[in-house]
């Protein structure tokens, strides 16, 4: 690794590093210049109408936007020495081509780049090419950077037999680097085998089985941006959505996108996607759990259906001075036959009028008539035809079925006949029925019942591509929601069965994408950690066998000896949590104190008091305000320099079951990027002895 030296000559021939100081002051200068040519636009002789004129100027805005130059984000990272020629504009046998790999497409004045994008195809060895295959690249070089200041670089001669092969100074430095403000983007550290998954085909879904620490959220964020970048045009036109699973956790993930050259990418949690109804509820774990059982999608599916009748009157209908009779067996056979079909309930119910209507016309022609479609709408309007329709298809409210289904035994028991026990029905139906669906407390995993009832009646429409994060805590009913916003697309799949901290977490990644409706979808396993320090994830690792006991324990990168701390406090618990939080503030970078969701309220006024401002989970950190006080039901997904862990057991009881508790733990343990403080008054929990 090379960085400048107050001795160090400044000739240009005997300065790389300067000339590559120069290389990104002229790279930012054309991007300035590239944005000023943007604002410079006018639109005044161009928009031919006031909505073009908008539409262009919004364009133009949004193109303002993504040429801004964000500070302290390094315009490029990387560079690649090709061997040979690689572009159609360098001639055959004029020598290898060197291209500089960044966030985004640079060029000067003459349109020549000046950064190529990551995304790009010719930017692929960057993070591909190895001694065993240099893919044509004679030397990679990686760039360091302070405070947005180049100030390092390092070579790799990927094509040199006789350089040895040795790891990357910059490349560990970049990893542990401290994080004082929003999550960083690994754009710059991507491994091989990540990069696979990034690069994977739009057409297919990909599941990512991820250890902690070893970057899957980050690889599904840079994942979206790349499909964004090759098939722009695309997922413009059918969408991109991101789901997570709290608000907290997507305010701390927003921040990467913009850095890779992506703006407008939806985000939303489950219960946002089901915002039908407000939820005001909560349920039991039990009741929770079989709400969320894929079985709710067949009870849901019978009780939608249940008013379906076959008519047993014929309908009549007048027109003028004649009546047109459709036999009540003809009727049933229409009836029948739109069942038979499984098309959605509302689209058999506009359906069925246009077939009833469709009869009515065949006698007429039978008649000596000549009717046209004009005539079959309006039989379709007719009086008697909507009285037919009303009596053997009725309309379905999805929000109003829910409300029954759960209010009304006898309804329940009719659509669960065969699908749920006498127990599980006693466990869904509220202890006092509210009197309408307006007033009723709904609970989130509601809210996901009247989304499959919405579903069953009208078709959800279907996102191009969706990333779901921290996948494992879906219910499969849940599942089943996010995969209706990808039936037409495809989806990336993130998390970690280990990491489950609900009582309907995901049992295997192959049950929950049958779930999603990707049976068949690629399953990657990511257990080399690049965060996590091997001491931790080793004494996280202890829990495995109980709580994930077919995963294979994670590996780290890192060994930074010294880096977990236990320690029993028998007394004084609360003031050994401030001296352990004030000593890990004397270190560079962010603090979490992650603690049991009942302890906060504590801990809160213990840190209030002795003067330690802190933040709440999902708020950027900033030079003078280091510290986070985290609920452990919060802690999943966020990551921090140095965390204090208080009172282990107290996490493990305050979930509904031991397993989920330990889950929960495991989830704390390893949140840490370079020093992990345990401290404790009741003895830790038997499995991590």
């Known amino acids: 690794m090379h960085s400048p030296t107050p001795t160090e000559p400044l000739a240009a021939d005997t300065d790389p590093l300067g000339r590559e100081r120069s290389h990104l002051a002229a790279s930012r200068a054309a991007l300035k210049a590239m944005r000023e040519d943007v604002e410079a636009l006018d639109l005044r002789d161009v928009a031919g109408t006031w909505v073009s004129a908008q539409v262009l100027q919004k364009q133009i805005d949004e193109r303002i936007k993504a040429l801004a130059d964000l500070a302290h984000t390094p315009l490029f990272f990387g560079r690649l020495d090709y061997l040979h020629a690689i572009s159609e504009a360098e001639s055959e046998g004029s020598g290898g081509e060197r291209f500089y790999i960044g966030r985004r497409h640079v060029h000067d004045a003459g349109g020549d780049p000046m950064v190529i994008d990551w995304r790009a195809p010719v930017s692929q060895p960057f993070y591909r090419a190895s001694r065993t295959e240099p893919l044509d690249v004679a030397k990679r070089r990686r760039f360091g ?19 040895a092969d040795r790891g990357s100074a910059l490349l560990a430095a970049e990893i542990e680097k401290p994080r004082v403000g929003p999550m960083r983007d690994i754009v710059a ?13 739009v057409t297919g879904t990909v599941c990512v089985q991820g250890a902690p620490g070893t970057g899957k959220t980050a690889v599904g964020l840079h994942r979206v941006a790349y499909l964004l970048y090759a098939h722009r045009e695309r997922l413009a036109r059918t969408g991109t959505l991101v789901v997570g699973p709290n608000r907290s956790f997507l305010q701390y993930i927003e921040q990467v996108l913009p850095a890779l050259g992506e703006l407008d990418v939806a985000q939303a949690t489950v219960q946002e996607l089901v915002g039908h ?16 059982d894929a079985r709710m999608a067949r009870v849901l599916r019978n009780a939608v259906r249940a008013g379906i009748t076959v008519p047993t009157e014929p309908c009549v209908v007048v027109r003028g001075s004649r009546r047109w009779r459709v036999p009540a067996y003809e009727l049933a056979e229409i009836v029948r036959e739109l069942a038979d079909r499984e098309i959605r309930y509302g689209a058999a119910l506009e359906a069925l009028p246009q077939r009833i209507a469709h009869a009515v016309l065949v006698k007429m022609e039978q008649g000596g008539e000549a009717p046209d479609d004009r005539v079959q709408d309006a039989v379709a309007r007719n009086a008697a035809v909507k009285a037919t329709v009303k009596a053997c298809w009725p309309a379905v409210d999805p929000v109003k079925l829910v409300h029954r289904l759960l209010g009304d035994a006898d309804f329940l028991a009719a659509a669960a006949d065969g699908v749920l026990d006498a127990e599980e029905q006693a466990a869904l139906r509220w202890a006092k029925p509210p009197r309408s669906a307006r007033t009723a407390p709904w609970s989130v995993a509601d809210a996901v019942l009247i989304d499959e009832a919405a579903d069953l009646v ?31 697309g495809s989806a990336t799949v993130l998390g970690d069965l280990a990491q489950g901290t609900t009582p309907w977490a995901t049992g295997s990644w192959p049950e929950a ?61 609360d003031g050994a949590v401030l001296d352990a939080c004030r000593a890990a503030l004397r270190h560079e970078g962010s603090v979490g104190l992650i603690a049991a969701d009942a302890r906060i309220p504590a801990l809160a006024r213990a840190l209030a008091a002795a003067g330690l401002p802190f933040l709440d989970p999902g708020t950027e950190t900033t030079a003078e305000s ?20 208080d009172e282990p057991a107290a996490i493990v009881a305050g979930e509904p079951d031991h397993r989920t508790g330990l889950r929960r733990l495991y989830v704390s343990l390893t949140r840490a990027v370079s020093g992990l403080t345990v401290l404790h008054a009741q003895p830790l929990p038997a499995e991590l002895d």
Request: hydrophobic share 35%; charged share 25%; net charge negative.
């Open 189 to 201: 550290t991507i491994q091989p085998e990540q990069d696979e998954i990034v690069r994977a085909d």
């Open 626 to 645: 280091r510290l986070t006080l985290v609920p452990a039901s919060l802690a999943k997904g966020l990551e921090y320099d140095h965390v204090v862990l």
């Open 145 to 163: 950077y302070t405070g947005g200041e180049l100030t390092a670089y390092e070579d790799e001669n990927l094509s040199d037999p006789d350089e």
């Open 277 to 292: 109804v407000e939820v005001r509820g909560t349920d039991s774990a039990e009741t929770a759990r079989i709400k969320g």
């Open 513 to 573: 994408l049958h779930h999603l409706g990707k049976d068949g979808a690629h399953v990657e396993e990511l257990t080399q950690g690049f965060r996590v320090p091997g001491e931790v994830i080793a004494y996280a690792s202890r829990l495995l066998p109980a709580i994930a006991p077919g995963l294979a324990p994670a590996t780290s990168v890192r060994d930074l000896p010294g880096s977990l701390a236990l320690r029993h406090v028998p007394d004084g618990l």
């Open 458 to 488: 009208h078709r959800t429409p279907s996102l191009g591509h969706v990333v779901v994060d921290e996948a494992q805590d879906l219910s499969p009913m849940q599942y089943r929601a996010v995969g209706r916003r990808c039936t037409t």
